[in-house]
């Protein structure tokens, strides 16, 4: 089987760091897709981005696929031949159709009879043919935030398009996108390669292009920088890698050259959340700490040229990072002239939502709330009421106008300032975490209060005014801010009801400023998320759906319930319970009956007798092992009911002619149950 290279490259113009990933990806996945949907095989296929480039190079691509047969069927062979054996007009009409003499024609076999039918050999389709229609759709697909024109064409991309260079081993296929037609020429680095490049070979790629300055292969790009950046921390410092700066640092440059320059000592005065800001959103700076966590005052770039007079480029740099450090002393200073509490006033000018009023607003409610579920918490309640009163106070400071990301952490250092306790300060920080999925939590009972108080007053009154997500549409982050509250409530509220936590959000509202239902939807909403918490753990949804079914109205309870069931359904025993709960949920769901006691007189089977019994046996410790959140325990007692449950049914009659016998056994059935639902419904476990 012969086999060559496929390379393909889109030149552009310089893309967006944090959509270079995303769109060679897609690319890629668009190629492979087409390439194997036409029948051809390749070995294994590597993706490329640079700012001007994105690329695809695909290894032992097949030149041809195997030849296939079709088969193309007809009409039914009863109706092929006459009386006589003639040939039927609709054996000449299909036979003349395919191009063939009607005796070529053979029955085949077919779910519906014999069939008259003919099988035709279908050749392999050739890569050289089909690549560029594949190319040309992968590039159609790639996902482009906003689109732009150039020129007098038509033609839409992200960026406009430069180049096109597709070969397949030594061949160049015939491509034409965006009013350009593809060739063997690319483009090295924008100032240390002059003019086009020609690739002869596919295989050449990466090594042509790393000899003209381009690292096409952003993963050596991030080594680099990391291994550069490293390098140029001194004795006693690190140097502050982030992955996702490094990702977009690599997304700037082509061939990275990491320089060390420095800032004035005298900005370390300024809260160091605001310089590193400074440097890494706003110039794509690596910082560095010393051993004990403070700032060195020195940052390092990655430039993407090997300067002569690298001196110059640090200069300049410097030189651009001092206005920005100057502007986060200026706003730093000037905040602190006045007092934390005192900027509680420009709340009131401050629109939270329309209809559920101001930041201040807000802010009342927030504190309100967290004083009434402070005891659940075992919060401080005076600790908790000094803070409430603080927090979202820094969000009208020139530093978070400015530094919007800082909200909370500048705060907490003005709070520091006006000699508030560690405690208070930490609360008003700590109140936005999480920030995101799997990020800490709170790490005080007072600052989880508040962090909790301030979810559930967003989640109450934005549902609470119908403003409730659906799709990707989700302005207030409503399910970052559910999950949040579940694993809160999980951390320090196990034991509180659901119901009981909303109501404390949906007291500080006018009766006729929310709904009347709210809390219930909240609570439908939080519940609906919880599949979502667990995803990470491998918790399946029906699992979860047993666990809720039994009503339970603490995040405590249900995950007590759910870890039980997740054990218990690596039993032999699961299987066969939850079948029997289906069966049992079945009967009674087809029953009208009122269903009382058990009557004992009326059990004429040995099999009833010893179901009864052994129910009878369990329910005590059944009903005290789920009083006590022991749902492993009681999952075991439920489990030793499983062969007087079999007997039962293989040789009791259910629906018997005798109403009364009827009845009683339904009561049973019903008791049953209800045993079971104490802990989880199995019924929906079965299969």
């Given at each position: 089987?012969?086999?060559?290279?496929?390379?393909?490259?889109?030149?552009?113009?310089?893309?967006?760091?944090?959509e270079?990933?995303?769109?060679?990806?897609?690319?890629?996945?668009?190629?492979?897709?087409?390439?194997?949907?036409?029948?051809?095989?390749?070995?294994?296929?590597?993706?490329?981005w640079?700012?001007?480039?994105?690329?695809?190079?695909?290894?032992?691509?097949?030149?041809?696929?195997?030849?296939?047969t079709?088969?193309?069927?007809?009409?039914?062979?009863?109706?092929?031949?006459?009386?006589?054996?003639?040939?039927?007009?609709a054996?000449?009409?299909f036979?003349?159709?395919?191009?063939?003499?009607?005796?070529?024609?053979?029955?085949?076999?077919?779910?519906?009879?014999?069939?008259?039918?003919?099988?035709?050999?279908?050749?392999?389709?050739?890569?050289?043919?089909?690549?560029?229609?594949?190319?040309?759709?992968?590039?159609?697909?790639?996902?482009?935030?906003?689109?732009m024109?150039?020129?007098?064409?038509?033609?839409?991309?992200?960026?406009?398009?430069?180049?096109?260079?597709?070969?397949?081993g030594?061949e160049?296929l015939?491509?034409?996108?965006?009013?350009?037609?593809?060739?063997?020429?690319?483009?090295?680095?924008?100032?240390?390669?002059?003019?086009?490049?020609?690739?002869e070979?596919?295989?050449?790629?990466?090594?042509?292009?790393?000899?003209?300055?381009?690292?096409?292969?952003?993963?050596?790009r991030?080594?680099?920088?990391?291994?550069?950046?490293?390098?140029?921390?001194?004795?006693?410092?690190?140097?502050?890698?982030?992955?996702?700066?490094?990702?977009?640092?690599?997304?700037?440059?082509?061939f990275?050259?990491?320089?060390?320059?420095?800032f004035?000592?005298?900005?370390?005065?300024?809260?160091?959340?605001?310089?590193?800001?400074s440097?890494?959103?706003?110039?794509?700076?690596?910082?560095?700490?010393?051993?004990?966590g403070?700032?060195?005052?020195?940052?390092?770039?990655?430039?993407?040229?090997?300067?002569?007079?690298?001196?110059?480029?640090?200069?300049?740099?410097?030189?651009?990072?001092?206005?920005?450090?100057?502007?986060?002393?200026?706003?730093?200073?000037?905040?602190k002239q006045?007092?934390?509490?005192?900027?509680?006033?420009?709340?009131?000018?401050?629109?939270?939502?329309?209809?559920?009023?101001?930041?201040?607003d807000?802010?009342?409610?927030?504190?309100?709330?967290?004083?009434?579920?402070?005891?659940?918490?075992?919060?401080?309640?005076?600790?908790?009421?000094?803070?409430?009163?603080?927090?979202?106070?820094?969000?009208?400071?020139?530093?978070?106008?400015?530094?919007?990301?800082?909200?909370?952490?500048?705060?907490?250092?003005?709070?520091?300032?006006?000699?508030?306790?560690?405690?208070?300060?930490?609360?008003?920080?700590?109140?936005?975490?999480?920030?995101?999925?799997?990020d800490?939590?709170?790490?005080?009972?007072e600052?989880?209060?508040?962090?909790?108080?301030?979810?559930?007053d967003?989640?109450?009154?934005?549902?609470?005014?119908?403003?409730?997500?659906?799709?990707?549409?989700?302005?207030?982050?409503l399910?970052?801010a559910?999950?949040?509250?579940?694993?809160?409530a999980?951390?320090?509220?196990?034991?509180?009801?659901?119901?009981?936590?909303?109501s404390?959000?949906?007291?500080?509202?006018?009766?006729?400023?929310?709904?009347?239902?709210?809390?219930?939807?909240?609570?439908?909403?939080?519940l609906?998320?919880?599949?979502?918490?667990?995803?990470?753990?491998g918790?399946?949804?029906?699992?979860?759906?047993?666990?809720?079914?039994?009503?339970?109205?603490?995040?405590?309870?249900?995950?007590?319930?759910?870890?039980?069931?997740?054990?218990?359904?690596?039993?032999?025993?699961?299987?066969?319970?939850a079948?029997?709960?289906?069966?049992?949920?079945?009967?009674?769901?087809?029953?009208?009956?009122?269903?009382?006691?058990i009557?004992?007189?009326?059990?004429?089977?040995?099999?009833?007798?010893?179901?009864?019994?052994?129910?009878?046996?369990?329910?005590?410790?059944?009903?005290?092992?789920?009083?006590?959140?022991r749902?492993?325990?009681?999952?075991?007692?439920?489990a030793?009911l499983?062969?007087?449950?079999?007997?039962?049914?293989?040789q009791?009659?259910?629906?018997?002619?005798?109403?009364?016998?009827?009845?009683?056994?339904?009561?049973?059935?019903?008791?049953?149950?209800?045993?079971?639902?104490?802990?989880?419904?199995?019924?929906?476990?079965?299969?």
């Open positions: 089987m012969s086999t060559r290279t496929l390379c393909f490259e889109l030149g552009v113009e310089e893309l967006p760091a944090g270079l990933k995303g769109m060679a990806l897609s690319l890629e996945s668009g190629m492979c897709k087409g390439i194997n949907e036409a029948g051809l095989s390749f070995e294994h296929s590597k993706t490329f640079t700012p001007r480039r994105l690329a695809v190079v695909i290894s032992g691509l097949q030149e041809a696929g195997e030849a296939t079709s088969e193309v069927l007809g009409p039914p062979v009863a109706a092929a031949t006459d009386n006589d054996g003639a040939w039927t007009p054996a000449i009409g036979a003349k159709k395919q191009g063939v003499a009607p005796d070529k024609l053979i029955a085949i076999s077919t779910p519906k009879g014999e069939r008259l039918g003919l099988q035709k050999a279908l050749p392999g389709k050739l890569a050289a043919d089909v690549v560029p229609t594949i190319i040309e759709t992968a590039v159609g697909q790639i996902p482009v935030s906003k689109r024109r150039w020129g007098r064409a038509r033609h839409e991309f992200l960026r406009p398009v430069q180049w096109l260079m597709l070969l397949f030594e160049v015939e491509l034409s996108l965006f009013n350009l037609n593809s060739d063997r020429l690319t483009a090295g680095h924008r100032f240390h390669s002059q003019g086009t490049v020609s690739l070979r596919a295989d050449d790629y990466e090594s042509v292009l790393k000899a003209h300055h381009v690292i096409p292969s952003a993963a050596e991030e080594a680099i920088i990391c291994s550069e950046v490293a390098a140029l921390a001194e004795e006693g410092e690190t140097a502050i890698i982030d992955d996702s700066l490094l990702e977009e640092v690599g997304g700037l440059v082509e990275p050259v990491a320089l060390r320059g420095s004035d000592p005298d900005f370390l005065s300024v809260p160091r959340e605001a310089l590193i800001s440097m890494r959103e706003h110039q794509k700076y690596f910082h560095l700490e010393k051993a004990d403070s700032l060195v005052p020195s940052f390092i770039t990655v430039s993407n040229i090997v300067s002569s007079q690298p001196d110059t480029v640090i200069k300049g740099n410097e030189r651009v990072i001092r206005p920005r450090l100057a502007d986060a002393a200026f706003f730093f200073a000037t905040d006045t007092s934390l509490s005192s900027k509680s006033e420009r709340l009131t000018g401050v629109t939270f939502q329309g209809k559920l009023g101001s930041l201040a807000k802010q009342h409610r927030i504190k309100n709330i967290a004083c009434a579920i402070a005891p659940a918490l075992n919060a401080d309640i005076d600790i908790v009421t000094r803070a409430s009163g603080l927090i979202k106070c820094d969000l009208v400071s020139d530093m978070v106008l400015e530094f919007p990301e800082l909200q909370g952490i500048t705060g907490a250092h003005y709070a520091k300032h006006d000699g508030e306790s560690e405690l208070v300060a930490s609360i008003i920080e700590e109140h936005y975490w999480p920030k995101y999925s799997g800490t939590l709170p790490s005080t009972p600052a989880m209060t508040v962090a909790l108080a301030d979810r559930i967003t989640l109450v009154g934005i549902f609470g005014i119908g403003e409730i997500p659906s799709g990707s549409k989700d302005p207030f982050a399910r970052r559910s999950l949040a509250v579940i694993r809160m999980l951390d320090s509220a196990r034991d509180m009801p659901i119901r009981t936590l909303l404390a959000g949906s007291e500080q509202f006018d009766t006729d400023q929310i709904a009347n239902e709210t809390v219930e939807n909240v609570t439908a909403y939080l609906d998320r919880l599949p979502a918490h667990y995803e990470e753990s918790i399946g949804v029906d699992v979860l759906r047993a666990a809720l079914e039994t009503g339970s109205d603490t995040f405590g309870d249900i995950e007590d319930r759910l870890f039980a069931l997740v054990d218990f359904m690596g039993s032999e025993l699961a299987e066969s319970l079948a029997a709960n289906k069966r049992v949920a079945n009967i009674l769901a087809k029953s009208d009956a009122e269903l009382g006691s009557d004992l007189s009326l059990l004429t089977e040995n099999a009833e007798k010893r179901l009864v019994q052994a129910l009878q046996s369990v329910s005590e410790d059944i009903v005290t092992a789920c009083s006590t959140g749902f492993a325990s009681a999952l075991e007692q439920l030793s499983r062969d007087p449950i079999d007997d039962f049914f293989d009791v009659m259910v629906n018997a002619d005798d109403p009364a016998l009827k009845r009683n056994r339904l009561t049973i059935l019903k008791q049953l149950r209800e045993q079971f639902l104490m802990v989880a419904d199995l019924a929906v476990l079965a299969r």
